[in-house]
């Protein structure tokens, strides 16, 4: 069975930083695009941030483009999102994503296939 776990998740205060981790287990392969998505409360679900299988592309939503940075190391099967200048509206429970084989970075929920549980950041003021 296919797992993705995140961890990281926490509470911080606006201007802080964070760093999320998901690792992953039960891949047959490591040649896979990665992500991170979060839904705050009644909103849609959001595409943070992508990479790409080989690692040499990474994608950015404008609204973390800056602050957040993504990082993968495939030997260790382990995602990283390293946050900055977090914000009250980055409030939300963090999501980690795996693709399909020799996939390419996305930022469209339909590019993955395997989904973890989440892990809750919470930026207060």
């Known amino acids: 069975q296919v797992q993705v776990v995140e961890s990281g998740g926490g509470l911080v205060q606006a201007g802080g930083s964070l760093i999320l981790s998901c690792t992953t287990s039960?891949?047959?392969?490591?040649?896979?695009?990665m992500g991170w998505f979060r839904q705050a409360p009644g909103k849609e679900r959001e595409a943070v941030s992508s990479?790409?299988?080989?690692?040499?592309?990474?994608l950015y939503s404008d609204s973390v483009k800056g602050r957040f940075t993504l990082s993968r190391d495939n030997a260790k099967k382990i995602l990283y999102l390293q946050m900055k200048g977090l914000k009250t509206e980055d409030t939300a429970p963090y999501s980690c994503?795996?693709?399909?084989?020799?996939?390419?970075?996305?930022?469209?929920?339909?590019?993955?296939?395997?989904w973890g549980q989440g892990t809750q950041v919470t930026v207060s003021s």
């Open positions: 994503a795996v693709g399909t084989d020799s996939g390419p970075a996305s930022l469209a929920r339909r590019a993955f296939r395997y």
């Open positions: 990479i790409g299988w080989s690692g040499h592309t990474t």
């Open positions: 039960g891949l047959t392969c490591d040649d896979y695009a």
